[in-house]
T-cell receptor, first 116, second 112 residues
Framework: AQKITQTQPGMFVQEKEAVTLDCTYD???????LFWYKQPSSGEMIFLIY??????QNATEGRYSLNFQKARKSANLVISASQLGDSAMYFC?????????????FGRGTSLIVHP | EAQVTQNPRYLITVTGKKLTVTCSQN?????MSWYRQDPGLGLRQIYY???????DKGDVPEGYKVSRKEKRNFPLILESPSPNQTSLYFC???????????FGQGTRLTVV
């Protein structure tokens, strides 16, 4: 079973609109961390945002916010006011506690295209 | 400048010819790791290391070796490459398990 599931292979959004990229995870650990990374067409991996399992508030970084719903094991990325430069692949990742490796496991990614 | 440096960026090799992809970080990070990225599969863990001389297998370690003799370096070794190891490889490092991972630029390997 996949530990990280990203059900949207591709998403389209109009410039300046908000978009939500879905991510669900599977772990039995109490302590874990959730990450989102962006990979533009140039190929580099860019860190966007982090949420710890014990953090009570949703993480935010500029236009990025992580909608963390622990009971549903959901960690969706919300990008507000989309820009053309947001067009990229987006990966959700999870670092588990004692039950897994201590480096993130990645989902298969969602390709986001922002239309002008 | 804080960075993770991988070399080479591109490599075409033949089946069975041993190769090494180097990875070096200048941030004094404890954790280092190797991933491979294949279309539709995301990034998959190959090996990782939490400190010098401490390495662990990830999800797809078969056909790969690593070593961590110094904190800054974490080379990936393919003793006998095969075509199914054609992929995009990333090295990453992080200070802790809950801080961002810094990724190298990637190495695109083709095994023919």
């Amino acid at each position: 079973a996949q530990k990280i599931t990203q059900t949207q292979p591709g998403m389209f959004v109009q410039e300046k609109e908000a978009v939500t990229l879905d991510c669900t995870y599977d772990t039995s650990d109490q302590s874990y961390g959730l990450f989102w990374y962006k990979q533009p067409s140039s190929g580099e991996m860019i860190f966007l945002i982090y949420q710890g399992s014990y953090d009570e508030q949703n993480a935010t970084e500029g236009r990025y916010s992580l909608n963390f719903q622990k009971a549903r094991k959901s960690a969706n990325l919300v990008i507000s006011a989309s820009q053309l430069g947001d067009s990229a692949m987006y990966f959700c990742a999870m670092r588990e506690g004692l039950g897994g490796s201590y480096i993130p496991t990645f989902g298969r990614g969602t390709s986001l295209i922002v239309h002008p | 400048e804080a960075q993770v440096t991988q070399n080479p960026r591109y490599l075409i090799t033949v089946t069975g010819k041993k190769l090494t992809v180097t990875c070096s970080q200048n941030m004094n990070h404890e954790y280092m790791s190797w991933y491979r990225q294949d279309p539709g599969l995301g990034l998959r863990q190959i090996y990782y290391s939490m400190n010098v001389e401490v390495t662990d297998k990830g999800d797809v370690p078969e056909g790969y070796k690593v070593s961590r003799k110094e904190k800054r370096n974490f080379p990936l070794i393919l003793e006998s490459p095969s075509p199914n190891q054609t992929s995009l490889y990333f090295c990453a490092s992080s200070l802790t398990t809950d801080t961002e991972a810094f990724f190298g630029q990637g190495t695109r390997l083709t095994v023919v």
